[in-house]
């Protein structure tokens, strides 16, 4: 247990940035969906940004996990499920202002209606995994 609390403070300063950042916000995600603010595009921008940096330099670097594991990049075939993936989830963010990350955070501030959205995205992920194999490739 005392090896997971590395990842419960990360976890913890990862929702803090979320919500001074104002990325949990309901509000700061319908002014994206709506093309009312720039806010939430360069925060993503930023993000893919970083992202590409970083599978950059581990493709050009030998680094490891915590455990020392080596970290492996396996590239990655495009499927039309990808579209209708992205256009669910895209869906599901409009509506109820919320994405996986984000959804502790708003969890943590309080916002109990959240909740509802929290068991739902539970729901789907084991639904998913139960159905994963029967799906086409």
Same mark, same amino acid.
């Given at each position: 247990?005392?090896?997971?609390?590395?990842?419960?403070?990360?976890?913890?300063?990862?929702?803090?940035?979320?919500?001074?950042?104002?990325?949990?916000?309901?509000?700061?995600?319908?002014?994206?969906?709506?093309?009312?603010?720039?806010?939430?595009?360069?925060?993503?921008?930023?993000?893919?940004?970083?992202?590409?940096?970083?599978?950059?330099?581990?493709?050009?670097?030998?680094?490891?996990?915590?455990?020392?594991?080596?970290?492996?990049?396996? #590239?990655?075939?495009?499927?039309? /499920?990808?579209? !209708? %993936?992205?256009? &669910?989830?895209?869906?599901?963010? $409009?509506?109820? +202002?919320?994405?996986?990350? #984000?959804?502790?955070?708003?969890? /943590?501030?309080? !916002? %109990?209606?959240? &909740?509802?959205?929290?068991?739902? $995205?539970?729901? +789907?992920?084991?639904?998913?995994?139960?159905?994963?194999?029967?799906?086409?490739?």
């Amino acid at each position: 247990m005392r090896g997971h609390l590395r990842y419960l403070f990360v976890g913890m300063m990862f929702g803090v940035v979320f919500v001074k950042a104002e990325i949990v916000s309901w509000f700061r995600i319908q002014e994206m969906f709506r093309f009312d603010s720039f806010h939430m595009y360069g925060v993503i921008g930023s993000a893919v940004a970083v992202g590409m940096a970083s599978v950059w330099l581990i493709r050009r670097v030998p680094i490891t996990t915590l455990s020392g594991d080596p970290i492996v990049i396996r #590239p990655k075939r495009f499927t039309p /499920g990808v579209v !209708y %993936g992205g256009l &669910l989830f895209g869906t599901g963010w $409009a509506l109820t +202002g919320a994405c996986p990350g #984000p959804l502790f955070a708003q969890v /943590g501030m309080g !916002y %109990g209606a959240i &909740l509802v959205t929290l068991l739902g $995205a539970t729901a +789907g992920t084991w639904v998913y995994g139960a159905m994963e194999r029967h799906l086409p490739r």
